[in-house]
Every structure is written in C-alpha cells, then in structure tokens.
C-alpha cells in the first residue's frame, strides 16, 4: 500500500504472515484540507446561495449508520468473488488508519482508506478523476487481502470484474481496466498516488499510458478521457517496496455489467504470468 508523508516512513505490519512495509510520501494532506475549508466558507455573505449549492442529496441508510460509528467514513467498497466488503474512511492524515480501525481503535489490519487529497462527495463532477483506496494486503483475505487472486491468477479478473464503490449518496459501478504490479519507491517510473487530479487530456493519457505499459490484462474495455476512474493500492513484496494495483473506470451512462462481462470474457486474455 503507497502512501505520502512529509517524511518517508516504513511501518511494519506484525502477527501476520509476509508482513507488510509502507513507505510514507509526501502530500502537506491537512494543509490542503485546511485550505480547501476555507475556501467553502469564502464566500461573499451578500451573495444568496443558490438551489443547487443548498439542496444536499439524502444521504443512504447504510451512510447515516456508518457516519453515526466514524464521521470519517466518506463510502463503501464491495468486489463480488472477493473478501472486500468495507466502509472507506478518510482523514487529513494518511498514516491513522494503517494502524487504526473503524472503530477508532489500535488494529494491525487497519481501514481500507482514501487518500487524503482526493476530492469525493455527493456531486461527481467535483470528484477527483482517479480516487485512490490503500487496504492492507493481510494474510487473512480482510481488507484488501483478497485481491491477491487477481494477481497470482490474472485470468480470474474474467470472472469478477466490477466494483461497487459508494458514497454517502449512491452507489457506482466500475469495471477494472488494469491489473498490474510497480514499485513504491520515490523513484518509481509510475507515481499513480501522485496521480489523481487528470485535469488535461495529456495528463490523463499519460497515467492509462503506464497502466498499459504495465497491464497484467489485454483489456478490452476503453478507456477515454473524462472517463471517472478508482485505484485500489496494495503491498505486493516488502522486499522490493512493490505494490499491486488494480485500475477501474466508471461505467458511463447507458453501459450495463452484462454487455461489459460479455466483452470481457470474449475479448480478454491473460498477458503475463501469474505472480505468486
């Protein structure tokens, strides 16, 4: 799992088989939160808010529950054919929840997260273009744990491949586009945990440029600009600081999963080794 501090850290995740090693990167995370605030809050007090700015969608039963529990929870994520079936939570301090669990508590699995420079609410158009989750790789098959099939046996993604990922507001659907395994380190040729904010074509096409270079999967789903995408990091090898990440898209208006899964399975092939 990648994630970015002020100053690069290693935390060791014990009691578990292959423990796991995070490096810390950079992101000045609760600056931009502040500043983010404060711009929400900027506005002139003789300018009438409008309808739109005022009428806040009705968040989901499951939401009320979950913020009731943890204020931090920003969504939920379920994989069919997987073990991942969790709330998502967010904070200014991307280190908390390694260690921490829903509850607040002291917990060596930790709480899938989202970075905390992402943009994610109720309105996608403000989204960031790619929300990246970190969840721990654990030997139980918790948390992001049970990924780990997608990666020793590429060809499984055939079977299972779409994500449900919630908001507090409604549910969407993503269709995975990429699996693939790169380096944590700072001097990785693909920084995906710096590469959320797409802004501009070239942008985006740079990042789907490296997950195909990298690509597990001969994808047979487009990919397009403008296109709303979700990373789900996880550690790989501690030897090498390497993580596995799966890359998925949003399907777009009209799209269905059974045209998408006829696709998949007809057009799809394995194209690289499975990685035990």
Known sequence: MEMRNSNMKKWQIGAVAGALVFSLFATGCGEQIDQNAGIATSAPATEAPTEAATAAPELTERAKKLLAQNPDTVGYITIDGTQVDNPVVQTADNEYYLDHGFDGQEFRAGTVFMDC??????????????????????ADNTMFGSLRQYRQNPSYYKEAPF??????????TYVMVGLIITSGNADSDFKYWQMEELDDKTTFDSFMGSVNAKNMIDNPIDVQYGDSLLTLSTCYSDEDNSRFVIVARRLRDGEDTASMLKTIQGGSSETAAAQE
């Open 163 to 172: 994500i449900t990922f919630s908001s507090n507001y409604a549910d969407y």
């Open 117 to 138: 420079t992402d943009s994610f609410g109720a309105y996608p158009d403000q989204w960031s273009e790619n929300i990246v989750l970190y969840g721990h790789n654990m």
